[in-house]
């Protein structure tokens, strides 16, 4: 794509080493960005205080150590002061984008502060919806959610549904829909994890209540003779004793791993390799980078009908569709599936992952301004 001028491009948010699906998604699309127009990229010293997050370290250990090349980390999420000198240093590097990530009402006096300085400089401030619409939402979320992003000039979200959630948030908003792209950044499995039944399932990531963990949990409960292994890989956020009581309950303690810890990029990559299906049985989403993930490997995922998850799933070529909070549906799919029917899938998905890239996401940011 030629652009007919070159736009200087701020992007402000989480990059490595923080851990978590947004700062691996702005640390990606940073890397676009700088591939083809001057780009500043800033993060932050801190980002969450210790107190505050659930799991064991919002950093990656494996990252711990790294700085991204060309990325200032001056920004401190509990620290006015520097949210100030942020807006000072996007100022000086004359910026006609700024880029800002937002999922979360956490960040609304951070972010708030922001947008609303820049914006007073005559700056185009872009937010970049990753989640409109929280998944515990209430009233005074969505206020805190409007007060913010009405402060954007324009927006990218990867999914209709929150394409949908932004027009009710701010009605007329300039809002560019493009899928998310690939993760492509973890290493090749090693082949390190030996299979242990017919049929090798797969939930990764945080557990909290909107995922419906416990959905596929009672599903498997309905087809406990059949040889299949769930994977559970991730920490959870609350409700871990609860789960592992009904899993004794339904007798099905043989069937599951429980791996409720951060999981490497290696380890991430030898969960994905040994899975036939990823399961992601949420009750509520807008999307999820898991789906992006399961591609990059390969491997078609089970998905509910909610937010835009079927937005980039094709029913029976790359995974499929269930309706949510319903164990019957997921259960009646399991009883039949078989790993030639998974691996049947990986055309189709080979032919995804070559659309869907953080060049053309970039691209398409660059290209609405």
Same mark, same amino acid.
């Given at each position: 794509m030629e652009l007919p001028e070159k736009k200087r491009v701020a992007v402000i948010g989480p990059l490595l080493p923080y851990r978590g699906g947004i700062a691996q998604h702005t640390t990606l699309l940073s890397r676009a960005l700088g591939d083809i127009t001057e780009t500043l990229t800033i993060s932050f010293s801190r980002?969450?205080?210790?107190? =505050?997050?659930? /799991?064991? &370290?919002?950093?990656?250990?494996?990252?711990? +150590?790294?700085?991204?090349?060309?990325?200032?980390y001056l920004l401190d999420s509990m620290n006015p002061l520097s949210w100030s000198r942020v807006v000072e240093r996007v100022d000086a590097f004359a910026a006609d984008i700024v880029v800002i990530p937002w999922w979360t009402v956490f960040w609304t006096p951070c972010f708030g502060y922001i947008s609303r300085a820049l914006r007073e400089r005559n700056l185009e401030v872009v937010f970049f919806c990753h989640n409109v619409i929280e998944h515990e939402s209430s009233g005074w979320k969505s206020y805190l959610t409007r007060l913010v992003l009405k402060k954007g000039t324009r927006f990218v979200a990867h999914t209709r549904a929150d394409q949908k959630n932004l027009h &009710?948030?701010?009605? /007329?908003?300039?809002?560019?829909?493009? #899928?998310? #792209?690939?993760?492509?950044?973890?290493?090749?499995?090693?082949? &390190? =994890?030996?299979? !242990?039944k017919s049929l090798e399932l797969l939930f990764y990531g945080f557990v909290r209540p909107y995922k419906g963990l416990d959905t596929l949990i009672e599903a498997l409960g309905k087809i406990a003779q059949r040889d299949v292994m769930l994977t559970i890989a991730g920490e959870f956020w609350e409700g871990k004793q609860a789960l592992v009581d009904r899993i004794e309950q339904l007798g099905i303690s043989d069937l599951i791993e429980m791996r409720a810890y951060y999981h490497s990029e290696q380890d991430t990559a030898e969960l994905f390799s040994r899975a036939d299906m990823v399961v992601l049985p949420y009750r509520s989403a807008t999307g999820s980078g898991v789906i992006m993930l399961a591609y990059n490997y390969n491997r078609p995922v089970l998905v509910t009908s909610?937010?835009?998850?079927? +937005?980039?799933?094709?029913?029976? !070529?790359?995974?499929?569709?269930? #309706?949510?909070?319903?164990?019957?549906?997921?259960? /009646?799919?399991? !009883?039949?599936?078989?790993p030639e029917d998974c691996e049947a899938m990986q055309p189709c998905i080979e032919e995804t992952k070559r659309r869907w890239t953080w060049s053309g996401l970039a691209e398409a940011l660059l290209d609405a301004g």
């Open positions: 980002q969450y205080p210790s107190w =505050l997050f659930p /799991g064991e &370290s919002d950093t990656d250990p494996k990252y711990k +150590d790294h700085r991204e090349p060309g990325c200032e &009710s948030l701010v009605p /007329g908003a300039a809002i560019t829909v493009h #899928p998310h #792209p690939i993760y492509d950044q973890f290493p090749e499995p090693l082949g &390190s =994890l030996p299979r !242990r909610v937010g835009g998850l079927a +937005d980039v799933v094709e029913q029976g !070529r790359t995974g499929f569709v269930v #309706p949510p909070e319903d164990p019957e549906a997921i259960a /009646g799919l399991l !009883r039949t599936l078989r």
